[in-house]
């Protein structure tokens, strides 16, 4: 029944105000949109290819362990972990000086990115399934504000403070200290999401003989069940994998997910580097403001993607691509200018664009999948990101060591949308010409789904 749902801290409402505190905290990170110039600057003095690619790399390495161990650990112990790795990443930024403490700081910050997956499945396993909806909503809304709000501040205390970065490192620290001790307070799961069905009877039925031989048997009879889970997974990832990317429904949007995803963050973390390339002499930068109008009018968009009503299925694949193709374009046009204000309107258009088509995949992905297929699929897709981030960050490195106009490298991350816009375009008209033909020839079917697909044709 739905017993084994009742959590702690009133219902559904305590675990989810928890978790949307630490979300906020935990993304309320001011130093973020000055951390270029923090690591480049007099601060610390270090070049941007000593630090950056690391944090690639290492996201990449962590991702598929953090995956696997999420669900068996039951998520809190990761969410702690993240917590950790965020107050240690900062405590590192502060007061260590030097390549390696940066490198240091920037792979536990890596563990911290990995560990996201915990943050966004913990409250499925707290909560019953009619409030899923609901706390989704609210979780990923905490997130998206904490980082705004980290943003704006930053913008505000150093244009009209002038308060240095190292206070702004500070200040971040405090915030991420604040989501660790949250953190602590979630409540513990009952059991996982994944292993519900198998876990709680063998442990009902072990039960009586654990309290028998105590502990001892307790630890192997828990051994044996993660080693089975994890076999389990393993097995259940392959035959997953292969039924879920076999429809070429899902396969479109997995694979902007992927690339898009890859693109974007491609660009956002190297954005500040081509800020700091471009702004004339003694400009103050807005970085922080930019970045969160460019949360905002992307979580705004996201919204306003929820009340569009287009038919998806037919249509999805196609805005996709041309929306791609204005990412494309205001890539291009940030390497193209020498003026900073066109370059800062360019990112926050890209970043609004998108998440806009970051919420559109999520949601096609979502229908067509079960839940428990959908946290696969999202952690592949972002795997599959990361590996083509590893990729483009290998060749963008390799490249501009011997180039001094660093710019270049948004000319090859521009042509990367280009391939991706071009792509879905192509699949976009496909899609719709033959979904119209069918409309055209099954017309008493197909009527009330496409009702603007027969008269066209």
């Known amino acids: 029944g739905d017993s084994r749902y009742t959590p702690c801290c009133a219902g559904w409402v305590g675990p989810t105000v928890l978790l949307c505190v630490y979300g906020f905290f935990s993304m309320m990170r001011p130093i973020e949109p000055f951390l270029t110039e923090f690591f480049t600057g007099p601060y610390k003095n270090l070049t941007a290819t000593q630090v950056y690619p690391v944090l690639t790399y290492f996201s990449l390495v962590f991702l598929i362990p953090v995956l696997l161990v999420t669900d068996l650990l039951r998520y809190k112990p990761v969410i702690v972990l993240q917590g950790l790795s965020y107050v240690t990443a900062f405590l590192l930024v502060l007061l260590g000086s030097g390549i390696r403490a940066a490198q240091v700081a920037l792979f536990s910050y890596s563990i911290a990115m990995a560990a996201d997956v915990a943050y966004f499945t913990y409250i499925y396993s707290v909560v019953q399934p009619s409030y899923y909806q609901r706390v989704t909503s609210y979780v990923r809304g905490a997130n998206l504000l904490g980082y705004a709000v980290g943003a704006l501040l930053a913008q505000i205390l150093q244009s009209l403070g002038g308060v240095s970065l190292y206070c702004l490192a500070f200040v971040t620290l405090i915030s991420v200290s604040i989501a660790l001790i949250t953190s602590l307070l979630l409540p513990m799961p009952k059991t996982s999401l994944f292993i519900k069905e198998n876990y709680s009877v063998q442990q009902r039925n ?14 192997w009879v828990w051994s044996v069940t993660a080693a089975r889970h994890i076999g389990r997974m393993f097995t259940r990832l392959v035959l997953d994998c292969k039924q879920c990317y076999s429809s070429v429904a899902v396969l479109f949007f997995c694979i902007w997910a ?31 403001g930019v970045d969160g109008i460019g949360t905002l009018s992307g979580a705004a968009a996201t919204v306003a993607v929820g009340h569009m009503s287009l038919e998806w299925s037919v249509w999805g694949e196609l805005l996709l691509g041309v929306l791609t193709f204005l990412i494309a374009g205001a890539v291009f046009l940030m390497d193209l200018t020498d003026n900073i204000w066109i370059s800062y309107t360019c990112y926050i258009l890209s970043k609004t664009i998108y998440m806009q088509l970051a919420t559109i995949c999520s949601f096609q992905i979502a229908k067509t999948l079960s839940r428990k297929r959908y946290a696969l699929v999202f952690g592949i897709n972002i795997f599959m990101g990361m590996v083509l981030q590893s990729v483009l960050t290998a060749i963008v490195v390799s ?3 011997n180039n001094p106009h660093f710019s270049f490298q948004f000319v090859i ?33 197909r009527a009330t789904n496409l009702p603007e697909g027969s008269h066209d044709l």
Request: aromatic fraction near 16%; hydrophobic fraction near 40%; include cysteine.
């Open 206 to 219: 072990a039960d009586e003989d654990a309290d028998k031989s105590e502990s001892q048997y307790y630890i």
């Open 413 to 445: 991350y521009a042509s990367f949308f280009v391939a991706v816009s071009l792509l879905l375009t192509v699949r976009g008209v496909y899609t719709v010409l033959h979904m119209k033909r069918a409309a055209a020839g099954n017309q008493a079917e």
């Open 258 to 288: 992927a690339t898009g995803r890859c693109g974007f963050y491609q660009v956002a973390s190297y954005v500040q580097l081509l800020w700091l390339y471009i702004q004339p002499h003694n400009f103050t930068a807005y970085n922080g």
């Open 399 to 401: 490249h501009c060591a």
